[in-house]
């Protein structure tokens, strides 16, 4: 007796756009994860970690003694080694951080230009794998909002890229609104090309739960500069219709100025919540990138909002 066929459903249109994110995402990850380890370990040995002094079981450093501090602080054994001075033995501060990540990877993520060698996508995925790897090997726990709760785990690069291929969502402009950990810092990379105030929503929610946070917004130099001629047309990398703005050089100065407006926009945004703002042009190193960024998670540094090139 034959058996009744059911016709295989096609996947909705959606789905099939997801795993063929997924997949194109999974044929890039092994060399954007090797270039994150070879960044991490380049800048490691350079860079100040996240210790600090504070309570603890833990032994850190003699210092100097200076006047005005408690007497009994002072290590009478290390301080009998030394006929010219006293020393304190400072113990590390224990109240691990925790760090969440959002990585963008909407369609506007996508874009590169001749100007540089790299998308904005992959840039971004690069500082993030990388800016891991650094923090948990300074003892913090990094996540990814919404997609994974904070590690300590060395094999942590492994584990978010794990998370970013089972991301259901990967073209959301703005990270889900969740509550972060205590003692949590944010940190959001993407091109940050929504509106201020779209931007904004976000951003209350998240500094209303008590977290600090880093804004680092990847640039293209193209989108900076507008080097073009002649009659052009703009091709949205969502696959919109063309829009057609005539001649460029008459339409570059309104676009610098408006570029200029929004990224004013934003670095007042991140100072009214006590976030940094920190611009990366893609045809610049990473390293650039990390090196300020990890200025900013340093011990005293606080979030003061800045605007720096990287």
Not at 101 to 116: Q, V, Y
Request: net charge neutral.
């Amino acid at each position: 007796m034959a058996q009744l066929q059911h016709p295989v459903q096609d996947p909705a249109p959606q789905t099939r756009k997801i795993v063929a994110e997924a997949r194109t995402l999974a044929s890039r990850l092994p060399k954007l994860m090797l270039d994150a380890r070879h960044i991490a370990s380049t800048l490691s040995p350079g860079l100040h970690g996240r210790r600090r002094a504070g309570p603890g079981e833990t032994f850190w450093q003699f210092r100097p003694f200076t006047a005005g501090e408690p007497a009994q602080r002072i290590d009478w054994r290390r301080s009998a080694r030394d006929d010219t001075r006293l020393f304190i033995r400072d113990r590390e501060w224990e109240a691990a951080h925790t760090l969440s990540l959002w990585i963008d990877r909407s369609p506007s993520m996508a874009f590169k230009s001749g100007l540089s060698q790299v998308t904005k996508e992959d840039r971004a995925l690069t500082l993030g794998l990388a800016l891991a790897q650094m923090l948990v090997a300074g003892g913090e726990k990094v996540g990814l909002i919404g997609l994974m709760p904070p590690l300590a785990s060395r094999h942590i690069i492994e584990r978010m890229a794990e998370a970013l291929l089972a991301d259901r969502a990967p073209s959301a402009e703005m990270p889900e609104i969740l509550p972060l950990p205590a003692r949590s810092e944010g940190i959001l990379i993407g091109d940050l090309l929504l509106p201020p105030e779209t931007i904004a929503t976000t951003l209350t929610t998240l500094a209303a739960q008590g977290a600090l946070g880093h804004l680092i917004r990847i640039v293209d130099p193209v989108e900076e500069t507008f080097p073009f001629s002649g009659e052009t047309e703009l091709v949205e990398t969502a696959g919109q219709a063309p829009f057609f703005i005539g001649n460029a050089a008459d339409f570059r100065a309104r676009y610098i100025a408006h570029m200029a407006g929004h990224d004013a926009a934003l670095r007042m945004l991140a100072a009214r919540h006590g976030w940094t703002y920190q611009i990366h042009h893609t045809d610049k190193p990473a390293t650039d990138a990390l090196r300020a960024l990890m200025v900013r998670l340093s011990p005293g540094q606080g979030s003061a909002a800045t605007n720096l090139g990287a």
